[in-house]
């Protein structure tokens, strides 16, 4: 397997805009069932994306970008990244992506009645991908 | 025959209403650019969730799913698109008529509005709305979308209506904007579609859980779709209809001005008559 060109397409699509689209030796991302990384010739499959990084390797460069719920279409030759919201650790806001951590991170301790916890739950998942992605700038 | 200051006034008002209407077609040319490279952007990522939806369902036949079958309810939930503002044309009535004139009865639906004008027609003819989420029409975002499609959605599997449906202006090109009414659930995909579904998929966790999870991001998908494209038709339709009316007051305003010189022809002439008749009289 080694031999040869073993590259595959890759394309992480938004509703707003076309993320990126480039070729890659191996993409890392998490699901639902926690995290895999995907090489060339992986049998197809469509999983479920959670909020976290995706590292896209292409040769000795890698890009990173944070994503947050969506799904994954693997196919042979290529990768299809449906994100609800995709952004380059450039384009996050570290601030505003700490104070949603601490606002997420106050409502799930204080535990008002009123708390939907499920949410506080996502929106801090979503600000500690945001933070993270945001490392790799 | 009029007189001459009331044609002028006509005039000069009608210059003025098209003054306004011409600006407004500028504007709305503007914004219908960027409406349209917007509803452009948000294909590739319909298309692929259409896609990816279609070759699943084609798969999983068998699988007895409530987003497959609908629900029990007789109780039908209905999102219509509109704009908050007028002057569009028959933008906002073809909508309301696809509701009015289709083959819903009327105790039967729950009308979730997004645009006030739809608010306006639709409650004033009776119709049960139970969600006016006006404000996300000024700006739609892909959230706004996702945040009502919630509670269409949660509306649904409570069972409190069987099913959802769509009615919103499909934006075919410039000059032309279509009403729709499409159902978003159950989910019906036109077989012909699904083609070439050769590969085996495999899916994670399984198929139903799969299901679960990416139909309620496929009806968002088409709804937000749905949403950017009507602010691109709302655009266009007001765009036509501001290029008529200014061509309209063009016509209107040569008109008058021909009537208005008519008049000041008339007016110079008699008083031409009558100095001539005054001095003969003085002469004699």
């Known amino acids: ?13 938004t509703p707003d805009r076309v993320f990126y689209t480039g070729s890659a030796d191996m993409i890392e991302f998490n699901t639902i069932d926690g995290q895999i990384g995907v090489y060339k010739n992986h049998i197809p499959m469509t999983t479920v994306i959670e909020p976290g990084v995706v590292i896209i390797h292409e040769e000795d460069r890698q890009k990173v970008a944070a994503i947050h719920a969506g799904f994954a279409e693997i196919l042979g030759d290529k990768v299809t990244l449906l994100a609800e919201v995709a952004e380059w ?16 991170e106050e409502r799930i301790s204080v535990k008002a009645e009123t708390t939907d916890l499920k949410r506080a739950e996502f929106a801090l998942h979503k600000a500690l991908t945001r933070i993270n992605a945001a490392g790799y700038k | 025959m009029a007189s001459m200051r009331d044609i002028k006034r006509r005039k000069s008002s009608i210059q003025s209403t098209q003054q306004i209407t011409k600006a407004m077609k500028l504007v709305s040319t503007v914004k219908l650019q960027k409406a349209r490279n917007r509803a452009e952007a948000t294909n590739p990522y319909f298309n692929y969730m259409y896609k990816t939806v279609s070759s699943m369902l084609a798969k999983s036949g068998t699988i007895d799913h409530p987003y497959l079958r609908g629900g029990q309810s007789g109780k039908k939930a209905v999102v219509v698109i509109t704009s908050n503002r007028g002057l569009a044309g028959g933008y906002n009535s073809n909508i309301v008529k696809l509701i009015t004139g289709g083959d819903f009865v009327k105790e039967d639906l729950d009308i979730y509005a997004v645009g006030g004008k739809g608010v306006e027609a639709l409650s004033r003819r009776g119709y049960n709305i ?3 989420a006006s404000e996300i029409m000024e700006a739609p975002t892909y959230s706004d979308a996702a945040a009502l499609c919630n509670k269409v959605l949660d509306a649904f599997t409570k069972g409190e209506v069987g099913e959802i449906y769509l009615a919103y202006t499909h934006f075919k090109n410039t000059v032309s904007q279509e009403p729709k009414l499409i159902k978003l659930l159950p989910v019906e995909i036109d077989p012909a579609e699904t083609g070439d579904s050769n590969v085996l998929m495999n899916y994670e966790p399984n198929e139903e859980e799969a299901l679960n999870m990416i139909i309620p991001k496929y009806v968002t998908s088409l709804f937000y779709g749905a949403l950017v494209e009507a602010v691109a038709s709302e655009n266009g339709a007001r765009m036509q209809a501001m290029d008529s009316a200014t061509s309209n007051a063009e016509e209107m305003i ?5 009537k208005y010189n008519r008049a000041r022809q008339g007016s110079i002439t008699q008083e031409l008559t009558e100095i001539i008749a005054g001095a003969n009289a003085i002469a004699q």
Do not use: K, Y
């Not at chain 1, 397997?1 to 699509?13: C, K, L, R, S």
């Not at chain 1, 650790?89 to 997420?104: F, G, V």
């Open chain 2, 254 to 258: 040569s008109d008058l001005s021909l």
């Open chain 2, 130 to 132: 139970v969600e006016n």
């Open chain 1, 1 to 13: 397997m080694a031999e040869g060109n073993n590259t595959f397409q890759v394309e992480i699509v």
């Open chain 1, 89 to 104: 650790p450039d384009e996050i806001d570290l601030n505003r992506a700490e104070a949603a951590r601490d606002r997420a």
